[in-house]
């Protein structure tokens, strides 16, 4: 009996993904879209209404970057296949409409997104910017560490800078105070010789 419910609600599931109306993308070089937002549909994450569009992404690379420029508040949701059935495993919302981008694992040639707006009581249509690029795990393990060895050699200036101005402040220090001790040196003998000098004109 609990089998035959579990098989039911896979089904379920399987059905409402098979009846997504999904926009075909082909990605094979960094690609600036635009997409009119004009269609109404069932969230598959939040299970609420919405305005949004259902992007099939098909891709020679491993891995895309996916941002969207928008002008009211907007959303990426990320679908991934697990067995027989969707799950939602990444969702992104911006107030301002502009999200930096979204890793997004396409190994298999393609991945499943879902971009949108909460505005769903407007009544202009408008267009959304999308961006999906190659995205390489190589390149950016390359560019944190060019900007781990950029700091590095900042801190070892900075410190070299600071040992070099306490030697040099110390050797300017110690010449002014040989400086003073010969100064004073100087106006004690002028003093010894004076009261010699003094001296000796009394005894003659």
């Not at 599931?13 to 549909?41: F, G, H, R």
């Amino acid at each position: 009996m609990i089998l035959l419910i579990l098989l039911i609600i896979v089904k379920n599931i399987n059905a409402y993904w098979d009846d997504i109306n999904w926009t075909q993308i082909e990605v094979n070089e960094d690609k600036l879209i635009e997409l009119l937002l004009n269609e109404k549909s069932s969230d598959y994450c939040t299970k609420t209404e919405g305005i949004g569009r259902y992007l099939n992404i098909s891709t020679k690379y491993n891995n895309i970057k996916v941002s969207i420029s928008y002008s009211e508040p907007s959303f990426i949701h990320v679908f991934e296949e697990r067995g027989d059935t969707h799950i939602c495993y990444e969702q992104k919302y911006s107030e301002k409409g502009n999200i930096k981008g979204i890793i997004i694992n396409t190994k298999k040639g393609y991945g499943y997104v879902r971009i949108g707006t909460d505005q769903s009581n407007r009544t202009k249509e408008e267009y959304m910017n999308i961006n999906i690029m190659e995205y390489s795990y190589f390149n950016e393990i390359v560019f944190i560490s060019l900007l781990y060895s950029i700091a590095l050699l900042l801190l070892l200036i900075v410190t070299f800078s600071l040992i070099g101005f306490y030697f040099y402040s110390n050797r300017k220090f110690k010449r002014n105070q040989d400086s003073q001790q010969l100064e004073e040196q100087t106006v004690v003998y002028q003093h010894s010789s004076l009261e010699n000098s003094e001296g000796i004109n009394s005894t003659i």
